[in-house]
């Protein structure tokens, strides 16, 4: 089964490696030979483009910090070696804590620059 891609996905993607302001979109799209509605109908497709990455890494990460929070819960628990307690219940807690709350950022938190 192959998958086909439009001419506006491939656009996208190019935008969003380049990590394109809107401006800059605006820009190039003026360029082509396109109407006021459809520069706004492009726009309004790329912004949910990056809006759905966005919140795919943003879930991604809340999944990774859940589940690195619950192995270090399970080591504390278990204890496997006493020694390095202090590893299972603070460092990976910590890490754990801080991925998953950059990830709860990135799905709550509109872009700064798509205003």
């Known amino acids: ?25 605006m ?6 030979p396109l109407s006021a509605e459809e520069i706004a109908s492009i726009w309004d497709s ?3 483009y990056r809006v759905d990455k966005r919140n795919s890494l943003g879930w991604l990460m809340m999944f990774t910090g859940g589940t690195l929070g619950l192995l270090s819960c399970v080591l504390t628990m278990v204890d496997p070696m006493p020694e390095l307690r ?30």
């Open 86 to 115: 202090w590893v299972f219940m603070y460092v990976f807690t910590t890490i754990a804590v801080s991925i998953a709350l950059y990830g709860c950022y990135l799905v709550m938190e509109k872009p700064g620059d798509e205003e």
């Open 46 to 48: 790329y912004y949910r």
């Open 1 to 25: 089964m192959t998958q086909t891609y439009t001419y506006s996905e491939v656009l996208f993607r190019r935008w969003h490696q380049l990590k394109m302001t809107k401006a800059q979109v």
């Open 27 to 32: 820009e190039e799209l003026q360029r082509q």
